[in-house]
């Protein structure tokens, strides 16, 4: 009866990112097609007028309307796949902890900033005169990273979120404690690496030309490697004795500490994941964004947070499909409307859904009073 179950929500879950995907591409195309005819009918009314080069101009505004939506999608897949690295550690923390991390986002960015202290030639540190240069190779820098900013997650579980569960700190207290730790990362990063914007990386990416769509080599490597996390974290919680563990005190943890589970090992091992993928999550977005800063993770926690609730409170797979449909939302939203606006278009489309689905995509529906 379980496995039915989970084999309906992923069905539903596939139906309804595909039925997302397909309305915005439809309203996409039906919005630069009225442009494009538009394009036509002036360039029509300039040939009667004996404009030259009427024909030329109106086949390459034809071939670019739809090379435009199909590269939207294609750039919505990507951001999603890594915003979705990104989010599947906030989602983890609240299944297990009940906890909205609202410092996750500076765990973004200190991963990010972390690399680029690393591999560049000239940096400082706080309160220290001078500047000097680390350069490690980008690659050993961010699996230094990636495994610095794990062993933050244990240090917080460790000295400030293990001390407030067994003083039976309330949910809602730990959030305004999260505020604050937000809050003071995002100083010291700022303090420590100043305002401006980092590149990690200063050689120029080769691009890949499949149709219309293009793609850099960077841009490549970092989509394959966030998948290749997320398939290694889907392993993790589905065949390992440990990731079932996780999924038993996500669902109960009263009953998963009855049966012999060492719960609070299990939250200090997705601390340890959470901040992790966070870390690599960052790099992977400084990279694809050509750059990142002090406040790259606070720009993203409203999305990340969006993705987690779209996909349901608790459900790592969910925040993997959630992020999937804000970054589609998010990309080709930008066909109609400014590119600040389109934040504000996947938080209207998360509305929608919850309106629909209170408890998101993947989420259970669960019995009040």
């Known amino acids: ?23 915005i591409t439809v309203f996409s195309v039906l919005v630069a097609d009225s442009a ?51 989010s599947v550690g906030l989602s983890l923390i609240y299944g ?11 765990q973004v960015s200190f991963g990010a900033v972390l690399t680029y202290f690393l591999v560049a030639d000239d940096v400082s540190l706080p309160l220290i005169p001078g500047t000097f240069g680390i350069g490690i190779p980008l690659i050993p820098a961010a699996l230094l990273a990636v495994a610095i900013s794990a062993g933050t997650g244990w240090l917080q579980d460790k000295f400030l979120w293990s001390p407030l569960r067994r003083r039976r700190v ?7 404690v999260s505020i ?5 990362m995002l100083n010291m ?47 993790f919680l589905l065949r390992t004795r440990l990731g079932r563990a996780t999924r038993a005190v996500s669902d109960n943890p009263a009953l998963a500490s009855a049966s012999g589970i060492k719960v609070e090992s ?20 400084g990279l694809y964004e050509q750059g990142t800063a002090f406040d790259a993770g606070a720009r993203l926690l409203l999305l990340m947070f969006a993705a987690v ?25 930008t066909l109609w409307l400014p590119a600040d606006l389109k934040v504000a278009t996947a938080l209207v489309i998360l509305i929608g859904v919850l309106l629909v689905r209170p408890q998101g995509i993947l989420g259970r529906a669960e019995r009040v009073g």
């Open 1 to 23: 009866m379980t496995t039915i179950h989970d084999r309906r929500v992923w069905l539903r879950a596939i139906v309804v990112l595909v039925l997302a995907a397909a309305a």
């Open 36 to 86: 494009q005819a538009a394009d036509v009918a002036t360039h029509a009314v300039a040939a009667d007028a004996g404009t030259d080069d009427v024909t030329t101009t109106d086949a390459t505004t034809t071939t670019g309307g739809s090379g435009r939506v199909l590269q939207a999608v294609v750039n919505g897949l990507i951001f999603g796949s890594l915003l979705a690295l990104a």
């Open 96 to 106: 297990t902890t009940g906890l909205s991390n609202f410092a996750h986002g500076e």
């Open 170 to 176: 309330g949910i809602v207290q730990q959030m305004i």
């Open 180 to 184: 604050g730790l937000s809050l003071a």
């Open 189 to 235: 990063l700022q303090w420590w690496m100043g305002g401006g914007r980092m590149r990690l990386t200063t050689s120029i990416a080769d691009r890949l030309q499949i149709g219309p769509v293009q793609i850099s080599t960077q841009t490549l490597w970092s989509v394959l490697i966030a998948i290749l996390c997320l398939l290694g974290v889907s392993y």
């Open 266 to 285: 299990i939250i200090r091992l997705v601390w340890i994941l959470a901040a992790g993928l966070a870390g690599l999550g960052g790099i992977l977005l």
């Open 309 to 333: 609730t779209l996909g349901g409170l608790g459900q790592p797979f969910g925040a993997l499909v959630g992020s999937l449909v804000i970054g589609l939302v998010a990309e080709l939203s």
